[in-house]
Nanobody
């Protein structure tokens, strides 16, 4: 079994910052946490960012330049630094992992999902 535990969500004001973390535990050999997705109320889940084991990245256009995805391979953990937050960033953010070290924006390519962490951007 593989568990993905997200943390770092919460309430931020517009223009503020939050940092999400996702740690993989359990039988993680050959499993790479490397994606972040989000789902806002009434909307479908959408890709946010992905990072390969060796560091290549993909971003949703609307977050590029504001969000930064990084990883610590020794800790099997992936992070999402979110700056210049906007109300439209409000959503539940999900971490995803796959049995492939490459990054991808396709949710169907991921094998494991976290339970999500709420991010609310409001004044």
């Amino acid at each position: 079994q593989v568990q993905l535990i997200e943390s770092g969500g919460g309430l931020a004001e517009p223009g503020g910052s939050l940092r999400l973390s996702c740690a993989a535990s359990g039988r993680t050999d050959g499993v790479y946490p490397n994606g972040w997705f989000r789902q806002a109320p009434g909307k479908e889940r959408e890709f946010v960012a992905s990072i390969a084991y060796l560091g290549g990245t993909y971003y949703l256009d609307s977050v590029e330049g504001r969000f930064t995805i990084t990883r610590d391979n020794a800790k099997n953990t992936v992070y999402l630094q979110m700056n210049s937050l906007k109300p439209q960033d409000t959503a539940i953010y999900y971490c995803a992992a796959r049995r492939n070290p490459m990054a991808t924006p396709l949710p169907s390519e991921y094998d494991y999902w976290g339970r999500g962490t709420q991010v609310t951007v409001s004044s």
